[in-house]
């Protein structure tokens, strides 16, 4: 299950067949991951086993009530359906637990993509964005830049909060991460890390704030003498460029605009009123624009529909592809409590973790603006953790038992 499962995590999306209407089509993780359940199934009639944990007894409950919601509402029951192939790397992680080192796979994770940004960025080698082969796109093993620039805050995050090395190198790890985000251009995953980059930080040096001051005057020094230099950098960087379209003074005015013209949606088929308010609205940007008309339509009609959507959802996958906000589209389609069951998932698998909470906040943070609980690598990536920290757990109970430490 091992040797099936971890090379998984730096493969990339290949479609080998394309599915209308989505931009997932069928890959060789299909197969391999079907291969891995189907052992896992026949293990568990094997050993006949009965009782599940408390993450299984969660995804059970997440997918009982997203079908029912299918049922009744509509929908496209295949989306909740893939938390169910997501959730098979949690399997693998335990299993992997005795063959491999989390560490160990999180450095080869970072060392592989940061040669393959660096080479796309240069334009030797092309990406898999969306699936499919293209040059000019410095994205790694990621189908588009907010996925990369996710799942690279997850490897710090995990590196620095899950103590998984020392203090100092994180710090160095995160460092070279944001450098990847100035290259990739990811803002919402760059705005994260410098978040928790700077939590962690202060949570390091809390017993000694000198040392924070020192650093701080060093960093002083440095900007000074490369000024210039960092100014050219900053200038020409795919991600303050992009950070260059945002007028906060005007997303009020956007938000306000919006939510008056656009009418409730019970699907989404094509923008119809973002061009019109991003010409309208001087200092606006288009590309939140086009998220916000998704959003808006889909909360007006999850509000007008009724107390019973309001607890199971208007139906998993009824707005198809992409909404661009996973924590509205997530409580829309799933309802209140589709909503806190998926939580549940994440909060007893990662429990055996140290970074558990971490990890589950830079999530949520990242639903904000990207359907992320949708995105296969990261949520491979996050049961991955779940699942080895697990193994872990599992294996250090078994020898404690085989050699149990005698009493004083």
Known sequence: MTCLGVPLLFLPKINLLGVSGETAGVRIDDFLLAITLGLLACSYMALRRAIFSYAEAALLLFLFLALLSNIIYGGNPLYPLRLVE????FYIGIHAARWVSLKKVLLAFLYLNAGLIILQYMGFVGAFALGTYSMGTPIGIGSGNWEIGLLLNIVFISLAFGK???????????????????????????????????????????????????????????????????????????????????????????????WATIPPAS??????????????????????IFRLEKVIGAIKYFYDSGPMTWLIGTGPGRYGTAMDSGNVRLFVENGALGFIAFFLILIFSLRKFSARWHLISVFIVSMFTLDTYLAYKIMSMLFFIAGISTGYNVLYVIREKEHPVPAA
């Not at 997501?86 to 790397?89: C, D, G, S, T």
């Not at 890390?193 to 005057?217: E, T």
């Not at 973002?274 to 606006?284: C, T």
Request: proline share 2%.
């Open 86 to 89: 997501y959730f098979a790397f």
């Open 164 to 258: 998984l090395c020392k203090p100092s190198v994180a710090c160095i790890y995160g460092l070279v991460i944001l450098g990847l985000h100035l290259v990739v251009g990811s803002r919402t995953p760059a705005a994260t890390l410098l978040i928790f980059y700077g939590i962690f930080i202060l949570g390091f040096f809390k017993k000694n704030p000198l040392v924070i001051v020192i650093i701080g005057f060093l960093i002083g020094i440095i900007t000074t003498v490369i000024y210039d230099s960092l100014m050219d950098m900053v200038s020409e960087s795919y991600l303050f460029s992009r950070m260059g379209d945002i007028s906060l003074a005007s997303l009020t005015t956007v938000i306000e605009k919006m």
């Open 267 to 288: 699907s989404f088929s094509k923008y119809k009123y973002a061009e019109e308010i991003f010409n309208a609205i001087e200092g606006s940007d288009l590309s939140l």
